[in-house]
């Protein structure tokens, strides 16, 4: 199963919004609602920022939300800042009970 | 709080096989399935397979059927991963993660990575 295509990078300044796209297939996206966004910053390792499409966990800020389309599925960060710097990762369940991400994209706040 | 704590990086040959163990700790391990995900030097991230604790029942990505096996020790709360007949494109970071709920969900939390390097 190919991956899910997002954008390879993204840039925009501080203050800023900018939406990352997500797109899938019936199969995973637009099967379930179990899309998740995972926020990387150089050297870490992964960190949950949206759950189920549009939840934040615990002490993930409002800045970051969540919304899907059919197949496709976005993530927003508003009031971008120089943190939000990171590559961002889509992922889904998906009809063959296994999981998919996207390929990532690379944010740059200018 | 929740913590998954990861074994030292390993270099292997080609034709060898790595296990990798996650220790966890701040939850109750039978309550949560483990996800590994790896990540090949400036890739993105690659599914590899779920494990229930509950049920050691695994599910794993096609690609890894065969090669991998993925096992839990409820009596240490530690997760493993063996990965055999090692190639140079298995090189990566392999993480292990708790899954939010059930299987389906989210992967909420994440171990440090091990970094697996592949060289003869």
């Known amino acids: 199963q190919s991956a899910l295509t997002q954008p390879a990078s993204l840039s925009a300044s501080p203050g800023q919004s900018i939406t990352i796209s997500c797109s899938g297939t019936?199969?995973?996206?637009?099967?379930?609602?179990?899309v998740s966004w995972y926020q990387q910053h150089p050297g870490k390792a992964p960190k949950l920022i949206i759950y189920?499409?549009?939840n934040r966990p615990s002490g993930i800020s409002y800045r970051f939300s969540g919304s899907k389309s059919g197949d496709t599925a976005s993530l927003t960060i508003s009031g971008l800042q120089a943190e939000d710097e990171a590559d961002y990762y889509c992922s889904s369940y998906t009809s063959d009970t296994t999981r998919i991400f996207g390929g990532g994209t690379k944010l740059t706040v200018l | 709080q929740v913590q998954l704590l990861q074994s030292a990086a390993e270099v292997k040959e080609p034709g060898a096989s790595v296990e990798i163990s996650c220790k966890t700790s701040?939850?109750?391990?039978?309550?949560?399935?483990i996800s590994w995900v790896r990540q090949a030097p400036g890739q993105g991230l690659e599914w590899m397979g779920w494990i229930n604790p509950t049920f050691e029942h695994p599910n794993y990505a096609q690609k890894f059927k065969g090669r991998v096996t993925m096992t839990t020790d409820t009596s240490t709360s530690t997760a493993s991963m063996e990965l055999r007949n090692l190639g140079s494109d298995d090189t990566a970071t392999y993480y292990c993660?708790?899954?939010?709920?059930?299987?389906?969900?989210?992967?909420?939390?994440w171990g440090q990575g091990t970094l697996v390097t592949v060289s003869s």
């Open positions: 993660a708790t899954i939010f709920r059930g299987v389906v969900t989210a992967l909420d939390f």
């Open positions: 189920e499409v549009r």
């Open positions: 701040g939850y109750t391990f039978s309550n949560k399935a």
């Open positions: 019936s199969s995973d996206i637009g099967a379930f609602d179990f």
